[in-house]
């Protein structure tokens, strides 16, 4: 688990020592930085995220940590059409191709969410993820 702050991945650590769980590591670092560290780069089978940006940002920060044939799973709002379709270009520059979307409404709600699948085909070229900031300021 990555994340920034450093108040978050204390409050998991806490969760994953209360709740006995194993093999489960936290690193206190930008997803940028970890996608550029060869510990990590293109390593991983599934990679997710909140809906932390919009989709073509979201996958500069994950596609680079999938492995070939990897998943990323995209948690993303209803409206996702236009999103997608501006994301088109940084999904097939980063060796990605998205294999399912998946609208549904969360349980005991009326909030409507998607999922966005996507598969990695192809490496990823060695300039991405980009510097911190700049995916999201110059999306691909």
């Given at each position: 688990m990555v994340d920034s702050l450093n108040k978050r991945v204390n409050f998991l650590n806490v969760v994953i020592e209360e709740l006995g769980l194993e093999q489960i590591h936290t690193v206190h670092a930008r997803v940028e930085e970890i996608g550029k560290n060869k510990q990590f780069r293109e390593s991983f089978d599934v990679v997710t995220s909140r809906a932390v940006a919009n989709l073509s940002t979201l996958s500069e920060y994950m596609i680079p940590?999938?492995?070939?044939?990897?998943?990323?799973?995209?948690?993303?709002?209803?409206d996702i059409d236009e999103e997608l379709e501006n994301a088109q270009k940084a999904i097939g520059v980063l060796g990605g191709t998205v294999e399912l979307v998946d609208r549904f409404c969360l349980p005991c709600s009326d909030i409507n969410r998607s999922i966005v699948l996507i598969n990695k085909i192809s490496k990823t070229p060695e300039k991405y993820p980009r510097k911190p900031g700049v995916p999201s300021k110059e999306p691909i």
């Open positions: 940590l999938a492995k070939l044939e990897g998943k990323c799973v995209c948690m993303k709002g209803l």
